[in-house]
């Protein structure tokens, strides 16, 4: 039977109860009146019949006028009972009129009414008591209140998560944020239980059906909550799926210290794997009481590393950032956050080593974290010596005024582009990890790297980017159809940049860690899913095509080189990587970098390219005119 003749037939058998039990019970009424007074009267069962009838009419006009046959039993809360009581005061209002109008009242007598309506409002709430005792065990459910604005949701969650979902859902203060229906358990379920008085619908092969179903009783579609381990990428994507095609919104179901809370779904429920909740205490340890300095600060990393510190107990921060902007925005948010923390912005730019010597001195850090970089790829291609000077000049100076001004520990910020680079970003990033790792042997800077993917929501990052775009009304813009990369979210990158500071304590080594990203996310899968968390139908109601990659993009990234092997940490998702042989540095390195950075510095694109190329040998410069020109 389909979901739409189905809930139409439960409405029709809802009002036909009500309206039947209404016609009985003033039928019982008059009968139990004439039985206590002198009598039923010539013509007793004519005149019974007519007034049950019209009471019984009455009640069919109240009840659907008032949209008591909607209801749905095994879902009956205070609200509806209210309703009910309303309905039946419309039906009294109604049917003394009609009565009035057939024999102006004679013969009807009048305290039958009364008797009438306890009769039938009896029977009312008994059928619906006896219907959640059967499906919810808890009958007098429709006597507990609920908030009058909470919508109607079906609740998608784990067994053994849902009771605990539902227990602090009933004991919500102020009523809960949702009134859920019923159940939909997504690691499989058996139809016709219930947990905590909520029915269980049955699996997610259900959710599309129950959608249905209830959204002709309640007359719109009703929400889908997702709480727990459910908000992962393979459960979330089927749900949105599901629910986009029966116009239903899909909401988080979130905690904090006040209770449960709705939230929109985010595009962090479509990793690969749940967000890691990480051990502090190595944190705290680490930074409690130090004095940090952040280039960057103002940066989507560098705004969160100085978030995260500041919660850690920092004793003092200092802001370096070359963006007024960005550098105004996060000290105001650290200054509104933390109003008792000392707090130092400084505007400065990393290549200016005059400046950061200056900026390092007057703040006089325990600690370093360089996250200043330019990182978007086309760009880079395109102002490929600006890519040069940051991310290779900036990091020289930054680790060796960190030398030359004591600091106990350096971190760098590097990226899963500097493996096997094909574009100019990936394989400055590389050199700086070369140059970092010769440049402190033999120092007492302890020195740690750590290489990650793409972050959620970062600037120039592909979901802020798909963000304007549905909100542009499309389309949405691919490179290529086959395109995946590794995503994180930006709270857990920083948490696992600062862990990796942590792990490594060892003066004169720079070592190298590797985050866990999951698996890695195609982004076509990605744009359908963001599409379907706005609530529309991918290719029907926002577009989607492909552009072709842009210079130095490819199809997919990688975290490791073939010739390094990974070691466990003890840190969840944070690994270390090793080469599988000790190098030197080669001879003329560091000269080679000095003239790298003069060729940048006069803007000489093509030789700065060829250099590079030489210091970074798993990097191909593209071929420029002048190239094929002579090769001509």
């Known amino acids: ?43 007793a069962w004519v005149a019974a019949l007519f007034a049950s009838g019209a009471f019984a009419v009455a009640a069919s006009i109240s009840f659907f006028l008032m949209r008591v046959h909607r209801q749905v039993w095994r879902h009956s809360g205070w609200p509806d009972a209210s309703r009910i009581i309303q309905a039946v005061a419309l039906t009294a209002l109604v049917f003394l009129p009609l009565l009035f109008v057939w024999n102006r009242l004679v013969g009807f007598p009048r305290s039958s009414l009364a008797l009438a309506l306890l009769i039938w409002v ?5 059928g619906r008591m006896v219907a959640l005792s059967r499906s919810t065990r808890r009958p007098f459910q429709i006597f507990r209140g609920i908030r009058a604005d909470a919508p109607p949701a079906i609740l998608v969650a784990n067994a053994h998560e849902a009771a605990d979902v539902l227990r602090d859902l009933q004991a919500t203060s102020g009523g809960a944020p949702v009134r859920i229906l ?49 908000r992962e990428r393979e459960t979330m994507n089927a749900v949105l799926e599901t629910a986009t095609q029966h116009g239903s919104e899909v909401m988080a179901l979130g905690a904090d210290r006040e209770g449960l809370h709705l939230q929109r779904v985010r ?14 205490a190595p944190l705290k340890a680490l930074l409690e009481g130090k004095r940090i300095f952040v280039t960057g600060a103002g940066g989507t990393i560098g705004s969160q590393l100085v978030k995260q510190c500041a919660d850690l107990g920092a004793a003092h921060l200092t802001l370096f950032d070359a963006s007024e902007f960005n550098l105004y925005e996060i000290d105001l948010t ?41 990182k978007h790829v086309p760009l880079m291609e395109l102002n490929s010596c600006e890519a ?89 813009t691919l490179t290529d159809d086959q395109v995946s990369r590794y995503f994180m979210t930006v709270e857990e990158a920083a948490s696992l940049v600062l862990q990796g500071a942590a792990h490594n304590g060892s003066p004169g080594e720079a070592s190298l860690y590797v985050l866990d990203m999951g698996d890695p996310i195609r982004i076509r899968t990605l744009a359908e899913s963001m599409i379907r968390m706005k609530g529309m139908v991918p290719y029907q109601d926002i577009k989607i095509k492909t552009t072709g990659l842009r210079p130095g993009e490819k199809l997919h990234e990688e975290l490791t080189y073939a010739n390094e092997r990974l070691i466990e940490t003890g840190i969840g998702g944070l690994n270390k990587v090793a080469p599988r042989s000790r ?10 970098i000095e003239k790298l950075l003069s060729v940048a510095g006069d803007r000489q694109q093509d030789e700065a390219l060829v250099l590079l190329g030489q210091l970074v040998p798993a990097y191909t410069p593209p071929v420029s005119d002048a190239d094929v020109m002579r090769a001509s």
């Open 1 to 43: 039977m389909k979901p739409e003749v189905e809930a139409k037939r439960a409405m029709a058998l809802t009002l036909g109860f009500d309206v039947a039990a209404a016609f009985f019970a003033m039928l019982i009424a008059i009968f139990i009146r004439w039985s206590a007074t002198e009598g039923a009267p010539p013509d």
């Open 122 to 126: 009896t029977i009312i709430f008994l």
């Open 182 to 230: 019923g159940l939909i358990e997504a690691d499989g379920a058996e139809p016709g239980r219930a947990i905590r008085g909520v029915p269980v619908f049955g699996g997610l092969n259900e959710l599309g059906k129950m959608l249905d179903l209830l959204g002709v009783r309640y007359n719109a579609s009703p929400w889908v909550a997702v709480a727990g381990t459910v």
């Open 267 to 280: 595009p962090a429920d479509l990793l690969a794997r749940p967000v890691r909740k990480l051990d502090t």
């Open 334 to 374: 650290l200054r509104e956050l933390h109003p008792t923390l000392d707090i130092s912005a400084q505007i400065g730019d990393v290549r200016d080593k005059n400046r950061l010597r200056q900026a390092v001195l007057s703040a006089q850090p325990d600690i370093m974290i360089h996250a200043a970089a330019l």
């Open 388 to 476: 040069i000077l940051t991310n290779v000049g900036g990091t020289i100076n930054a680790a060796d005024i960190a030398i030359e001004c004591g600091l106990e520990r350096f971190v760098f910020i590097s990226t899963d582009k500097a493996v096997d680079p094909d574009n100019v970003m990936g394989a400055t990033k590389r050199l700086a990890e070369l140059a970092l790792a010769y440049r402190v042997k033999g120092t007492h800077l302890a020195v740690s790297m750590v290489r990650f993917g793409n972050v959620l929501g970062s600037s120039g990052s592909v979901v802020p980017l798909f963000e304007r775009q549905i909100a542009a009304g499309g389309p949405l």
């Open 583 to 592: 190098k030197q540095e080669p001879v003329g390195f560091s000269a080679r």
